[in-house]
């Protein structure tokens, strides 16, 4: 059973950071399109960042370009979203999410992901 597992979001003030973490199991996700997506009340499910395992290649979204940082660790299957200087417009659920399909352009939309994580709650305080 695959499964994906983020945690490390909570409560930060604006101008801090966090670190998100994505823990996948059931198989190893070596040849993937990681992708960050966030949600906010209200609003649609957006893409944030992305990681192609294969190679590293990242993307991000021009709101969160130079303040988050994507990465993976292949060998403990494990994806990382670093948040710097965070502002109260990126309080949201962030959910990663697993597809087989890359990609040259960025993470694709939603629909294409086969796994998704049950989210993880961030919210910036001003």
């Known amino acids: 059973q695959v499964q994906l597992v983020e945690s490390g979001g909570g409560l930060v003030q604006a101008g801090g950071s966090l670190r998100l973490s994505c823990a996948a199991s059931?198989?190893?996700?070596?040849?993937?399109?990681m992708g960050w997506f966030r949600q906010a009340p209200g609003k649609e499910r957006e893409g944030v960042s992305c990681?192609?395992?294969?190679?590293?290649?990242?993307y991000y979204a021009d709101s969160v370009k130079g303040r988050f940082t994507v990465s993976s660790d292949n060998a403990k299957n494990t994806v990382y979203l670093q948040m710097n200087s965070v502002k109260p417009e990126d309080t949201a659920v962030y959910y990663c999410?697993?597809?087989?399909?890359?990609?040259?352009?960025?993470?694709?939309?939603?629909?294409?992901?086969?796994?998704w994580g049950q989210g993880t709650q961030v919210t910036v305080s001003s």
């Open positions: 999410a697993a597809t087989p399909r890359i990609r040259g352009t960025g993470w694709g939309p939603p629909i294409e992901y086969d796994y």
């Open positions: 990681i192609m395992t294969i190679d590293g290649s990242t």
């Open positions: 059931g198989r190893t996700f070596s040849s993937y399109t």
